[in-house]
């Protein structure tokens, strides 16, 4: 129910943060059975895609390519160092820079994940050009809002 001074852009369902939330939530869910197979969490697989794309990235990189900050990462990479899909190394230049770097094992993984693009491109029912134009929306979307300053609350 809602009362009578309710204003429409309070309302749940117009909220882009919600519908953004939601959708999220329902992609990850789906990407469960498909990694689950593999052995890997959603983390685990973006954090691969990013070192099948480059492999040898430096930790700080490989958070900002992933969008986790090292709170998250460190462990996440530690967990999948003890799976035997990375190493984590020390940058031959810079001692304080750490380098991820795959193994034969994770590399192996890419060939088997394979089919988790097309299978999850199936399931949102979108052509793949609309699927890349909605991908490039949220990564504008992002961008923004990483790049603008707060907005100050407007006092009524």
Same mark, same amino acid.
């Given at each position: 129910?809602?009362?009578?001074?309710?204003?429409?852009?309070?309302?749940?369902?117009?909220?882009?943060?919600?519908?953004?939330?939601?959708?999220?939530?329902?992609?990850?869910?789906?990407?469960?059975?498909?990694?689950?197979?593999?052995?890997?969490?959603?983390?685990?697989?973006? /954090?691969?895609? +990013?070192?099948? =794309?480059?492999?040898?990235?430096?930790?700080?990189?490989?958070?900002? @390519?992933?969008? $986790?900050? &090292?709170?998250?990462?460190?462990?996440?990479?530690?967990?999948?160092?003890?799976?035997?899909?990375?190493?984590?190394?020390?940058?031959?230049?810079?001692?304080?820079?750490?380098?991820?770097?795959?193994?034969?094992?994770?590399?192996?993984?890419?060939?088997?994940?394979?089919?988790?693009?097309?299978?999850?491109?199936?399931? /949102?029912?979108? +052509?793949?050009? =609309?699927?890349?134009?909605?991908?490039?929306?949220?990564?504008?979307? @992002?961008?923004? $809002?990483? &790049?603008?300053?707060?907005?100050?609350?407007?006092?009524?």
């Amino acid at each position: 129910m809602t009362s009578a001074s309710s204003d429409e852009t309070q309302l749940l369902d117009q909220q882009l943060c919600f519908a953004v939330y939601a959708a999220s939530l329902a992609l990850t869910r789906r990407y469960q059975p498909l990694l689950g197979e593999l052995g890997l969490t959603y983390p685990q697989y973006i /954090t691969l895609m +990013a070192l099948w =794309e480059e492999d040898g990235i430096s930790v700080s990189a490989l958070g900002e @390519r992933v969008a $986790l900050d &090292s709170g998250t990462l460190t462990p996440l990479l530690k967990r999948m160092q003890a799976a035997g899909w990375l190493q984590r190394q020390r940058d031959a230049q810079d001692e304080r820079r750490v380098r991820i770097v795959l193994t034969p094992a994770g590399r192996a993984l890419r060939e088997r994940a394979a089919h988790v693009p097309a299978c999850m491109l199936a399931a /949102t029912g979108l +052509a793949p050009s =609309e699927a890349r134009a909605l991908a490039s929306q949220l990564h504008a979307l @992002r961008q923004q $809002l990483v &790049s603008s300053t707060p907005v100050e609350r407007k006092t009524p």
